[in-house]
């Protein structure tokens, strides 16, 4: 389980909302773009060849 890239990415989206409310639209791009790359690792992670062989 990729728990440290989910924790990122539910912490970057807390970030995006703060920044939301603060209008500081410049910034949610970089955020988003946080939150895109742990949800790479994070599918990469959980849906790997490896993942599927260390369940079993």
């Known amino acids: 389980m990729p728990l440290a890239a989910l924790g990122l990415m539910m912490f970057m989206t807390g970030a995006v909302a703060v920044r ?33 062989l260390a369940l079993g």
Do not use: H, P, T
């Open 20 to 52: 939301v409310v603060r209008r500081e639209w410049g910034s949610v791009l970089g955020d988003m773009f946080f939150i895109a790359m742990a949800g790479f690792v994070a599918w990469g992670r959980a849906f790997s060849s490896e993942a599927f």
